[in-house]
């Protein structure tokens, strides 16, 4: 069997990394996906695609990406089941995130400038570049 989910597309939240009990660092978002194909007026419809990122992943998203910006993501597909607040079973699917990367997209300089939630001192040390198949040698982050 193979689940293997690959998507480029826009951040369409703002990004706050949150810590588990243990201290597993999770950060949870959507990114919004053009359809290939245009409806009857011309307009291409967009999925907004709810994505989960753990540990290394959620700490690189969170520091080197904002609300708006491109992303390209791989992770693999899962369905979850869950009660809502007025007891309704529901279903969602989302994307866990197991690797992400630029997409080559110049960066704004005059667009908002994205906001990080620190973390925090104890926390583990943040993957390097290498950890991401990223080129060691960028001069600075973000482009």
Known sequence: ???????????????????????????QFRIAVERSYKDANGERETDF?????WRNNAEFIAKYFAKGAMIHI?????NRQYTDKN???RIISEVIVSGSA??????????QQPTYVPVPADAPAPATAADFNQPAEYDEYPF
């Open 1 to 27: 069997m193979y689940n293997k989910i690959i998507l480029m597309g826009r951040i369409a939240n703002d990004l706050e990394i949150k810590k588990t009990p243990n201290g597993i660092s999770t950060l």
């Open 49 to 53: 695609i709810p994505c989960i990122a």
């Open 74 to 78: 791989e992770g693999e597909l899962q």
């Open 87 to 89: 007891g309704v079973d």
């Open 102 to 111: 630029f997409t080559g997209e110049k960066r704004n300089t005059q667009a």
